[in-house]
């Protein structure tokens, strides 16, 4: 089975504080994706990197970087937090091949979330 | 630009009854995938169940059951047998294909707003 991990479930910070959000994946994908989920609004792609350096930005990038150094982990940094990026985060991984049809190369595994509260 | 709407915020079911949760998108492309996830109150985000665009057989995985209308650009998760256990937050979403003219997707989800099911016992 596919395992996804999130360093924290909960997390508080304060305005300003540098947030770095991290996510492992153990079955060797080649994307890794970050969301935020606010309710409401379903889930909402901030950042995705589909091999090791290589990241894009998602629909909400705004106050947000990544980082991608090894194949297996993908951070989420909040450079300086503000009260507005309060949400819930999701990392998920997924399979990558280029014209590939089966629905597993398409298919997103999650880890179990952030919940982070800034103050 | 793709979209995804699911126009209900909640649902409810009587244990072992039959649910169905709607889901409507909009695309151009003609190579792409559906699907329906799950979030319990635990919070992890579970897979349910996947169809592939280019198959004209709806998806089956035990109790869930999907109705997909290409047509009508349709997507509804049918739940037979309600359990307790299938209280979640579910989310339709959808993802373009590798292929296509509007080049490397790399399975980006877009998802809808999801659907509250509260099971009855």
């Known amino acids: 089975d596919v395992k996804v991990t999130q360093s924290s479930r909960y997390l508080v910070k304060r305005t300003g504080e540098k947030v770095f959000l991290e996510c492992v994946q153990d079955?060797?994908?080649?994307?890794m994706f970050w969301y935020r989920q606010d309710p409401g609004l379903g889930l909402r792609l901030i950042y995705f990197s589909y091999d090791v350096k290589m990241k894009e930005k998602g629909d909400i990038p705004e106050g947000y970087s990544v980082s991608r150094e090894k194949k297996e982990r993908f951070s989420l940094i909040l450079e300086s937090a503000s009260t507005n990026q309060t949400s819930m985060y999701l990392c998920?991984?997924?399979?990558?091949?280029?014209?590939?049809?089966?629905?597993?190369?398409?298919?997103?595994?999650f880890g179990p979330g952030t919940r982070l509260t800034v103050l | 630009a793709q979209t995804v709407t699911q126009s209900q915020p909640e649902m409810s079911v009587q244990e072992a009854e039959t649910v169905t949760l709607s889901c409507t998108y909009d695309?151009?492309?003609?190579?792409?995938?559906l699907f329906w996830y799950k979030q319990p109150p635990s919070r992890q985000m579970i897979l349910v169940i996947r169809q592939e665009a280019y198959k004209q057989q709806n998806a089956t995985e035990n109790r869930f059951s999907v109705n997909f209308q290409k047509a009508a650009k349709s997507f509804s998760l049918k739940i037979s047998d309600s359990q307790l256990g299938d209280a979640a937050m579910y989310f339709c979403?959808?993802?373009?294909?590798?292929?296509?003219?509007?080049?490397?997707?790399?399975?980006?989800?877009?998802f809808g707003q999801g659907t509250i099911l509260t099971v009855h016992p």
């Open positions: 979403a959808y993802t373009r294909g590798s292929g296509g003219a509007g080049g490397t997707s790399y399975g980006k989800l877009t």
């Open positions: 998920a991984s997924s399979l990558f091949s280029q014209g590939g049809t089966s629905g597993e190369v398409h298919t997103q595994y």
């Open positions: 079955m060797d994908h080649e994307n």
């Open positions: 695309t151009s492309e003609s190579d792409y995938y």
